[in-house]
């Protein structure tokens, strides 16, 4: 196995560079990084993890709670972390909560116990939670909101939302139905608000029967269709939270008979890898999945080292990804 000193050697740099690429990547430059990292990959490195317990009383393990780890956005966002977590010679404890609290408490005992080092939240902080300040442990949300009580590592959810509607709205669409995930749900009500300034902007008036709640899984995509075809008034356009429940949606439309998007324009958020490939290719809103974790992995060191944050709030860009599935309105579904 491979040495500190022969990466170091590899990488042209002191044995205390490589030292600080693993704990404290911020600290060190973007180009002296990837030469570090690359000799990490190309030699195989691993830390003795014995040794730097022994030394720090740590575990060097975190903690990764996650609601669905089915949901792809989840599973990019999980690979980032772990990639990040690797390379710092931390182990990745991955914790599926299937959006349980007595899951989730399992798992809070395991963090209280000390067993781990810090945690990182696969979703924003919600009332019901079990993960508060009072753990006395680093803690980072990725998909958080602004005035978190945890450093939060995020897109503006309802920039976002706002923008894929606007979108909607410019190719002529005034109905535009929304498929929502749970309607208590921290991104729903952060979505649900982007696309009511957007509406309201456009001077179209707010109809809560356009509005079918469901859980962000395909299942609630499919029921959410029915809805909308069951209805009189038909909506030109949907608006889903997430792209699995409007892929979900498709499917159920063209068992309906309907075509996107010459019957209607669908879009969603998130631009999992499998958007690209629906038929028609899906309009969406990307998020930097696997960047949001490698960043909330990096935020959690600085709070683990006990060094102080620049921010408690980092937003991460997303991009408007147009494609097949939305089209100018031609009338209803």
Do not use: W
């Amino acid at each position: 196995m491979s040495s500190i000193r022969e990466v170091a050697l590899a990488a042209g740099v002191s044995i205390a560079t490589v030292s600080r690429a693993l704990s404290t990547p911020e600290k060190v430059s973007k180009n002296t990084l990837e030469r570090v990292n690359a000799a990490i990959d190309k030699m195989d490195y691993r830390p003795n993890m014995m040794a730097r317990n022994f030394r720090a009383a740590r575990s060097y393990s975190i903690v990764v709670l996650v609601p669905n780890i089915a949901n792809t956005f989840f599973s990019t966002a999980i690979r980032g972390i772990q990639s990040s977590a690797h390379k710092a010679g931390y182990a990745v404890i991955l914790g599926n909560t299937n959006d349980s609290l007595a899951l989730e408490k399992e798992y809070v005992n395991f963090v209280r116990t000390r067993q781990s080092d810090g945690t990182i939240q696969l979703r924003p902080h919600s009332s019901g939670s079990l993960i508060t300040p009072e753990l006395n442990t680093p803690v980072v949300s990725v998909c958080g909101r602004e005035n978190s009580p945890h450093p939060s590592v995020r897109i503006d959810n309802i920039a976002a939302a706002q923008t894929l509607v606007e979108h909607l709205i410019n190719q002529g669409h005034q109905r535009i139905g929304v498929i929502a995930g749970n309607a208590d749900d921290p991104h729903t009500m952060d979505r649900k608000r982007g696309y009511c300034q957007a509406i309201e902007r456009a001077g179209i008036s707010f109809d809560e029967t356009l509005i079918s709640y469901g859980d962000f899984t395909l299942c609630s995509g499919v029921i959410a269709a029915n809805h909308f075809v069951s209805m009189a008034h038909r909506p030109t356009a949907i608006f889903s939270m997430n792209d699995e429940m409007a892929i979900g949606a498709l499917q159920s439309f063209r068992s309906a008979g309907l075509n996107p998007p010459k019957d209607f324009s669908i879009a969603g958020f998130d631009n999992i890898e499998f958007s690209k490939y629906t038929e028609p290719p899906l309009t969406t809103i990307a998020q930097p999945a696997e960047e949001l974790g490698k960043t909330a992995f990096h935020v959690l060191l600085q709070l683990i080292e006990e060094q102080e944050l620049p921010s408690n709030d980092i937003v991460l860009p997303y991009e408007l990804i147009v494609r097949e599935s939305t089209q100018n309105a031609l009338g209803e579904l």
